[in-house]
């Protein structure tokens, strides 16, 4: 299967004004994600998908293939749905999303997402790490809870699986999941994920990713042992970005 890797970037951030273009080891954030994405050679092909020049210029000067999309997506789902539909990506069949902020996602997360769609298994696909109790209590990490075949069963900021009663806690150690934000998607499961309302499920838990599982659309999740390193967020995210950057190279190895 003909497989497209999208990144989605916008300028739009509040909480790191320009953030696409922060830099990270000299080199503009969404470069630096584009780079990660081409060496990992999941996809056949990367593009950033954006609404804005600037974003395009810097891209393009770096080498990446760039899509441009309409400003008023609400999410970068939707703006990866535009690219399926342009023209020149009509032969793809499948999409994977990593988001424009992940220099250093791991490539276990990317492919296992990219190879549950790609092997027939679920028509949607995503990652999650195993993790120890200690993310339960945070609302910044979401969670994520699967059946024995791996099909997503509910994400949630809340601490789930919730332990009752104080019930033996190694049942729950080894279920304990850390949601990791990539997803592939076949043609048609993008379209009908897009095409969908709001549900009140993402409404409250702000995630987007509970629209398609509340409509009944299967979504498989790879289990890989790495946590996730983060995307950059903040001011503080960029500085640990850029120490991390700078301990790697030193090393003499990507991230």
């Known amino acids: ?26 080199v503009p954030l969404v470069v630096r994600v584009w780079e990660r994405v081409a060496d990992l050679a999941v996809a056949n092909d990367v593009v ?26 609400p999410s970068g789902t939707d703006r990866i749905a535009e690219v399926a539909r342009q023209g020149q990506y009509a032969s793809y069949d499948v999409f994977v999303n990593v988001q424009g902020d992940e220099p250093f996602i791991s490539e276990s997360a990317v492919r296992g997402a990219a190879e549950i769609v790609m092997s027939g298994q679920f028509p949607l696909g995503t990652a ?11 609302p910044d990490v979401v969670k994520v809870v699967t059946a024995d075949n791996g ?12 332990l009752r ?15 990791i934000g ?35 659309l299967a979504m498989g999740v790879a289990t890989v042992s790495e946590l996730p390193a983060g995307g950059v967020d903040t001011e503080e995210d960029l500085a640990r970005a850029n120490a991390r950057w ?3 190279s030193a090393l003499g190895r990507d991230a």
């Open 48 to 73: 950033v998908a954006t609404d804005s020049d600037e974003i395009a210029t810097a891209v393009r000067r770096a080498g990446g293939a760039v899509a441009l999309t309409d400003p008023s997506h």
């Open 165 to 179: 009663d104080h019930g033996d806690a190694s049942l729950r150690t080894a279920l304990i999941r850390q949601h």
């Open 182 to 216: 990539v997803y592939a998607y076949t043609r048609d499961a993008l379209a009908a994920w897009v095409a969908l309302p709001q549900h009140p499920l993402e409404r409250i838990e702000r995630l987007e990713q509970l629209r398609p599982l509340a409509a009944g």
């Open 128 to 138: 999650a790490a195993l993790a120890g109790e200690e993310i339960l209590g945070l």
């Open 1 to 26: 299967m003909k497989t497209l890797a999208v990144i989605p970037a916008r300028l739009g951030a509040s909480r790191l004004p320009r953030k696409p273009l922060r830099l990270v080891g000299g």
């Open 151 to 162: 099909r997503a069963l509910y994400f949630s900021r809340a601490p789930i699986p919730w």
């Open 246 to 248: 700078v301990e790697l």
